[in-house]
C-alpha cells in the first residue's frame, strides 16, 4: 500500500520512482555509453525524459512515428533522429530536415525510398529481415535497394535489423545464442551495403548484441513487468497509481485503474500481495488486501509502452515526495 | 481495400462510418426515446457524438469518470449528468454542480457518500451489486445506506445497478432470462429505497431490460467487433484506416496501427478478407490479402471504449467522403 502520493490530485496516474529510472540510465550508460545507445523514446514518450538520456551522452534517438521526431526536435534533441520504422508519406520529416535538424529514415522497399527521397529526407538506413516476421527487405535484396535509395541522391547511412522476436526470450544464454545469429545476417549485410551505422537491438539484448554499433533500447528506463521474466539488472520504475473506490464484504475491492489505464496485451497487471481478478474500462478488482475506501495502491503494468501511451503526464516521485511532473508530449501519429 | 479516404493525412486514424452511426441512434431511440435511454459517454468520448444524441431527445449522460462531466457541462451538455461510478473525492463535481449544472453520482459505501455530501454534490443513485463482482452495495444494506445519505441531506434519486457480466452473453434467450433475474434484485431494493431513477443496462440488454427506467448503453452507437456475436440489430460503425508500409515476398504485410491505436483486451482486430498475424506497438502484421505498400485497409477492433480513448479525434465519413472532424475531448480522468 502506498501512504500517500498526496500531492497527486487525481488518480489513475502514472508513477516514475526515480531512483530505480536512474539506475537503470546509468546502468544502460556503464555498458553502452555515448552514441552506442540510441534510446527509443516510443516505450516512455516524454522529452523531459529523452532530457536525462541526453544528459548521460546519448544524444541520438529512435522513433516509431512522425510525431516523436516532430516533438524532439521542437524540444532541441533533434541533432540526430532515427525513424526506425517505414514512412510512406516522409514530407513531415523533409520540413525538419529543411528547420536544421537531422532526421533519418528506415527503409526496405522501392516505395518506401522513392518516399524518403520526394519527401526531403536525405539519409537512410536499409531495413533488414532479420528473422521477425514484420518489415526489413530480404537480406539479398539489401545491395540493390542501397544502391537505388543512392541513385536517388540518397546517402546510406548503413543497415538496420531488429530481432525484436528474441527480445523476450526468457533464458539468458539461449537468447545470447539466437541473437548472435540473428545478427550474423544483419553483419553480412551490413559488409555488402556499407555505411558507418548498424542499429538494431532493445533491453533484451543490451549485453549481447556484439553487432550493433548503436543499441535502440527504451523499455529499460522503465522496464517492463513481462521483462522481469529475464535475468536483467533492471528495476520496474513505473507504476499506476489507483485509488480503492469499493470494497465489497464477500472479498473483493475496487480500484480506478481499468484497462483505459493499464496496457493489457502482455497480461494482466499485478498488485503486490493481491490477486488481480480483472480489469474493465475504468476499474481493476482484487482481493487479498486488506484495503478501506480511500487508500491509495500501486498496479504494476506488464508492458510500459501502450500504458504510458494511455495517459497525459508521468509523475517522478521519490517514495511519497512528488519531484516534478512531465508531459507525455510525444503520443499520437 | 479502402480506395482513399485521401483526405485524412495520418494514419492510424478512426472512421466512424455515419450511416452506420445513424442507423445505430435512431434503432436505440426508436426503443428507448427520451429519458428511457442515458447514453453512456465512455464508449464515445466525443461531446459531437453526444449532441448527436441530444438532438434524438436523449438531454441526460452517463459518465465513468469526473473528466467526462466536465467536458459536457463545457459543450452545455450539463442539464443531467450521472457519474455511475464510485468517487472519492468529489469536489470537481460539486463546482459543477455550484455553476448550475446537474450532477448526481452513484454511491454504494459510507464512505462515498460522505464524499458526495462534503464535496458539494446534492443527488446521489445507490449503487446495487446485481451479481457482477464490482461496484455496488449489498442489496439488504441498500435501505440503510439510502437513510444515511438522506441524513447527510442528499437527495436520493433511486437506484442504479449494472448487469455488465451479462452484457456479452450470446445467446438471446439466456441473456433475457439472466437479465430478468439480476434486475429483480434491483427492483427489490428500488421498493426500498424509493425514488424516481432505476439506472442501469446496457447495449447487450437494450431489449430485454424491463426494470431500468433509463438504459446506460454507449457501445450500441459505434459497436463492438466482440458485440458482433450477439444477435443485436447494430452495426459496425468504428475502425481504424492504416496505410500498408511495408510487404514481404514470404508472405506476409505489415500496417501502421498497432496496439497503441487498437484496443486488444478482447481480442485481436480484424481486417476483412485477411488473417491478422499480431500486433506490436505500431504494427499489424497480416496475410492473405493482395496489398501494396501505400495501401489503405480497415482494421475493426474488438472493444470499441478503450480503442476510441487511444486517439485524438474522429473522422466522421461516408465511404470515401470526410464529413467532419470529432476532437475525442472526453479522455483522461
Same sequence: chains 1, 2.
Avoid at 8 to 28: G, K, S, W
Avoid at 213 to 239: I, K, V
Wanted: hydrophobic share 40%.
Amino acid at each position: 500500500l502506498l501512504p500517500g502520493a498526496s500531492a497527486i490530485p487525481v488518480t489513475p496516474a502514472l508513477l516514475v520512482d526515480n531512483a530505480a529510472l536512474e539506475f537503470n540510465l546509468t546502468t544502460m550508460t556503464s555498458r553502452r555509453p555515448g552514441t552506442a545507445l540510441r534510446p527509443h523514446v516510443k516505450a516512455t514518450k516524454s522529452t523531459d525524459l529523452a532530457r536525462r538520456q541526453a544528459a548521460l551522452g546519448h544524444v541520438g534517438f529512435t522513433c516509431a512515428t512522425p510525431r516523436e521526431c516532430e516533438g524532439l526536435a521542437a524540444a532541441g534533441l533533434g541533432s540526430d533522429l532515427l525513424l526506425a520504422n517505414q514512412v510512406v508519406d516522409c514530407r513531415r520529416l523533409g520540413r525538419l530536415v529543411d528547420a536544421g535538424h537531422r532526421v533519418t529514415v528506415a527503409v526496405d522497399s522501392e516505395a518506401t525510398i522513392e518516399a524518403a527521397a520526394s519527401g526531403g529526407v536525405r539519409e537512410v538506413l536499409i531495413d533488414v529481415d532479420v528473422g521477425m516476421p514484420r518489415c526489413g527487405c530480404e537480406p539479398d535484396d539489401a545491395p540493390r535497394l542501397a544502391d537505388l535509395a543512392r541513385d536517388k541522391g540518397l546517402s546510406v547511412r548503413g543497415v538496420m535489423g531488429y530481432e525484436g522476436h528474441l527480445m523476450h526470450e526468457a533464458d539468458t544464454e539461449t537468447r545470447r545464442t539466437k541473437v548472435a545469429e540473428s545478427m550474423e545476417i544483419l553483419a553480412t549485410v551490413h559488409s555488402n551495403v556499407g555505411g558507418d551505422v548498424v542499429s538494431g537491438g532493445g533491453t533484451g539484448s543490451w549485453d549481447n548484441n556484439e553487432v550493433v554499433t548503436e543499441l535502440q533500447a527504451g523499455s529499460y528506463s522503465l522496464m517492463d513487468g513481462d521483462y522481469g521474466r529475464l535475468e536483467l539488472p533492471f528495476r520496474r520504475a513505473l507504476s499506476v497509481l489507483a485509488t480503492v473506490i469499493s470494497v465489497n464484504p464477500k472479498g473483493w475491492a475496487v480500484a480506478d485503474a481499468g484497462l483505459k489505464a493499464l496496457a493489457l496485451d502482455s497480461g494482466p497487471p499485478t498488485i503486490d500481495g493481491a490477486s488481480v481478478w480483472f480489469c474493465s474500462d475504468e476499474h481493476i478488482v482484487f482481493s487479498g488486501l486488506d484495503v478501506r475506501v480511500g487508500d491509495r495502491i500501486q498496479v504494476w503494468p506488464m508492458h510500459v509502452d501502450p500504458t504510458v501511451a494511455k495517459h497525459e503526464n508521468l509523475w517522478l516521485v521519490d517514495g511519497d515526495t512528488v519531484l516534478d511532473s512531465w508531459p507525455v508530449d510525444l503520443r499520437g501519429w
